[in-house]
Structures are given as structure tokens and as C-alpha cells.
């Protein structure tokens, strides 16, 4: 079935070779935005974000009197336009800074509900999701032809219309001992505190930590789910709660956890390899997509079967370094630089992105936080004719401001100590959960 | 680390694996096939060749008798290589497995290769071509003039060589064509007389051709 009328197809896909911002909005967008399904009621121009003013923001009406028009609050999908003479392709400036102009207006004051944001010039478009603080890419930018239109308005309007609420985010490094599942274990702890429903997954067969730190055996095991071709096993049999009282009040706190079985860890990578696509771990999670608001995947570190099927059922990838570990730094600049572009290509949906890197629980002294800066702008330099890593790395630096904010999340012995009692420090220390606060705040919650 | 299939050796369920066109093998072979495929540890060795048609859907494009006895076998999974979606990669994946006899390109095709294409196909039992001459049909089909240009093999039925007009059907197993364009008469049309262009302009039927200049009876044999 044809997404766009015959008319519309015209307006969208024959806009003359140089048509400026302007011509763009009156010719191009009222069919987009037609076929996207939103009547002019619904549609508010130039719309305030409280953060600058956006070209578009779009709403449906909600029941009763609720007139996006009128009221002009909570839009669902903000939309930048460019000229066509303003190029969007992925490699340019003016691209990324029209990625950032969005990423301004979606965090802004007015928009904290807002799912979406598209960038446009007629000839690409890009749509972005929302979740929280973080943005992601949701398509890849798309060059817009005649034979391509109706399956990129399908896309857009498939996104729209039944989004799904978790984001999924995998912790990884290629170096080992970086506190993945201490991450792993205390961020799920923090975001169960605060109401969001979060399902973890320990994705790293041969160590268990996981599985082991909260001490959780499933009824069916992780390796049937991977193995259930024909959806005959129910994922909710595999699916586990781990609860605990929270310490003053009576609250019960649960998230939900998928526990690794030896099954897996009893098969090398390549035969796993001859059983299951790197998209399997995706195609599973996909039927709890809509049960949770945060998924979080445990990966082992070395770039095989599982962090690869990690990373791919990922939309966002947080990386824990330490700065006093030089390989955890060098191997978060290899992840950004080629485990995550690599995935992107398959994919063809502009995800994962790697979030910026974390110096993770240890005392930092000056001079050492001066060495760890020492080796990142290194990392840096030497990656910078393939990509730029500086939003990665420090995601304050700007050309004219050199700041080299890096989040840490401060060293905190009993962190560790509760490993051992098996239960997220999370729930039993107050300074422990200050501290994995912050990491929630800095990435995730708006 | 390879993140998609293709190329990779996979063991496959059986339920996830269809067929598009069915292969007929004498059903004593891929019986007496399958007893052997049904001993405990048994394995196809010889994997199956096949491409996903949709998430996890798989079909078969070579090795289709492998196939047939793992499905005799009530074999469970299935060892397969896993290729891409392309033509061609069915085409060369149905020639490997001598699921399809390759093609010659007749246009450009030496005396030798068309020697042994039809030695091949008149040999072949049951062949719709027995009785005709491969020497003969050979020479004649080699030397015709005109055979960079055929757009069908309708011309071979011209040649006197016994290929007649109910058996050249045959011959598109082992022959394509990609003929050339004739190359443009309008140079030809030049360098004729004006009683030429006339005669041909009779010829073809282009009415007052006696009253045309030469200018004009050039354009029009050469669009006609």
C-alpha cells in the first residue's frame, strides 16, 4: 500500500535542485507531515522549546478540548528544516550541527516528553529518539529518492505509532576488570529506586557474575530462549525477579533479570556462531520491548559472540574505563572507533551509539588524572582521520571551550564489599547510591 | 568478529528451511541416502546452500538433493552455507551443484566451445537433437556471418544443418545470446548512389520515392 497520494509523492521527491529553507517549508513539509498523518491543528510552527525555536513540533490532540495548536504543550516530534542548499550529509559540519541544534531543543525545558526529533532538507532526512536524557539515531540519514519515500513515511510512522519504552543499553569494554557488572548490577538498583522498570541481562556466560551476584537460576534456561526459532518457549519462564526490601521504608523493590546458564558457557564462539546470528540476543529482546524502560545487557569483554550480539541488540553503549587502566582507555577508543561503526553497518538504523566514557571507581590524584588526559588526547589525535572521538571522550570539549570534563564515579570500598553479600550496594548504602545517582543523572534521566 | 552470515556455516532447523522448486532424483537414491543420514552422529558433510528470504526463513537454492534427504531422514537441523540474495549467487549456486546446466554466449562463442556444447547436448540421452551432425551443425552455426547480431536462435533452423524449427527450442539450455546492435546503416546510406538509395527505397515500399532528394531517402531508410 502507498503511504503518500500520487500528489504528495511530487512535492516530496521534485523540489527544485537548489530550493531554499523556505521553499522547503511551504512544499515539502505539508505533504511529509500529511502522510506522517498529523491535520493542521496538530502541527505548531516555530514552535518555543524554551531553548530556541524549532521549525516544527507535532502532537496529536488528545480527547476533549486538548488542541496542540492552542495549548502548545507537550509536542511528541520536533522537525529542524534546512535548505536544500544546506547539505545534511552524514560526513559534513553542517550536518553535526544540526544534529546538536536538535539535541538542544529535544533537552529543553518545554520538550521533556517529546519522543522525537527529525532533521530534514528534502533530499536527507533523520529521525532521532528520546528516552530520558539520551538521543539516539533511530534511521540512518537518508537520502530521499522517489522509489524510497514510501518506506521511509512506513518507518517514521511505524516509530511514532507504537514506540517502544526501553532503551537497551549494553556495558562494555574489550578490557576486562573494568566493573562492568558492579555497573550493571548497582545502575539497575538506582533506576528500581526510581520507579523505572528495568530488566537486566547477563549476557556473559563464561564468569556468571551476574547471575551469581544476585543469585537468581531461571526455570528454562537462556539457551532455549536463543534457541526457540518458532517463539514456542514463553520468555517470561526465563525472565526472573530479583527483589529486595529497601532499607528503611517497607518498599519491595524488584527488577527483573535474565540469568546466564551453563549451556551457553559451554560452547565455544564459533560453534554459537554456527547456531545463532549476532541478531538473535536483538530478536528476543524485541518481545519485551514494550515491558520495561531500561533493558541492560552484561557483556563479557573480547569482541566475539556475545558482546557482538551485545552491542547489536544495544541502542546506546556505556562504557566503563578506569583512568589508571591505560588498556581499558586505548580499547574504549577501539569500541567507538570500530566495534560500534561495524555494528551500525549492518544494522542500517543509525544505532548503537557509544555513550561518553566513565572513569569508574578509583581514587584519582591529580597527577594521575593528568596522565589518563595525557593518553586520551593521544587516543584522540592518532584516531582523528577516522573519527572524531571527542564527544566521546570529553563531551564538554568544544572549539572554544577545552574543557576536559570526564564523568568519575568515585572510588567507594564498601561498593565492593556487598558484591559479597550478594545484594547492590545500591540498596544498602547511602553514599553508594549518591554515587550511582550521579551516573543515572549524567546519562540517562532527564 | 563477523557480524552478518553470509559465507558462514550454520546448522539450521529443518522447519526454518523451505524449497522453491522441488528436484526429481530417483526416490531409491534419496531413500537409500537417508538410511545413512538416520545413523547417531551421522551429518551432511555436504551442506546445504541456501539464503534468508526472511528473519530466520530460509530457502534453498543449491544442494537441493542434500536437502531432500535430510527431509527423508526426518533429520531435525540441517548443516547449511548460508549465501547471499543476489541472482547470479542462485544462478552459479544451481550451476555448482549441477542443479542447472551453464549457458555459452552463442554471440561471442568460438568454434570449439559451440563443438562441445552440442556434442554435450546431442549426446545426452534422450536428446530431442539425435540424428543431427555435430561436425555439420557446428561449421554452420560458427561460420554464419551474421551471428554477432541474432537476437534468437531462430537463424540456426536456416542453416540446413538438421536443427529444425521444432528442435532449436532445445538449444536454449546451453546457448544465450547478447547480440550487438547492427551497426548504424545511415554511414552505408551515404556512401550509395541515388538510383541505389532509390532501388532500396522500392524495395522497402517507401511510397514517391522517384521524386525524393538524396537527403531525404537517407533519413528515411534510415529511421525505417
Redesign the interface.
Known sequence: MSEVEESGRDALTGLPENAQESMVGTMFIPPLFKALGYNQLEIFPQYNTGNGSVDFALRHNQAGDDIFLQTATNPNVLVEIKGRDYSLDEESTRYKSTVKQLKRYLLSPECTNTQWGIITNSCHIQMFRKHGKVIHPVTQCLEIKVTNIDDIIKTIKQKIYSPFTALTVAIYNNKGGVGKTTTTVNLAAILTILDKRVLVVDFDPNQRDLTNYLNVSPNKTFYSLLDD??EVVNIRDVIRPYAVKSGNSKQRLVFDVIPCDEGLGSKSDSEL???F??ARLK?ILNRVKYDYDYILIDSPPN???FS?SAV?AADVVLIPTKHNNPFSLVNAGITIKS?IP??Q??KKDGTPIALPIFWNGERITDPARQVAHKLMDEIIKQSHKTIDLFPYFYPRHTSTNKDKYVFELPSYADIAKYTFDKVPAVYKDKTAREYYLSLAKEYFLQ | MKLDTIGNLMLLYMTQISIKESISVPSFLIKAAADRMRKPDARNWVPVIVREVENNKYEVIGNSYVYAVAEEAQLERVWCIIADTSEETENIAKILSSEQTPKINLTSATYDDIKAALQYLIEKPGSELKGVSVQTATARIDEAGDRKYWKNLDPITKLKCGITVAKVKALNEIFYLTPEEPESKSTDLQKMTVPQLKALAKERGIPGYSKKTKAVLIKELSGG
Open positions: 526459532i518458532n556462531e554456527q547456531l546470528k549476532t530478536e569482541w566475539r559472540f557482538a547489536y566495534h561495524q555494528v553497518a549492518v
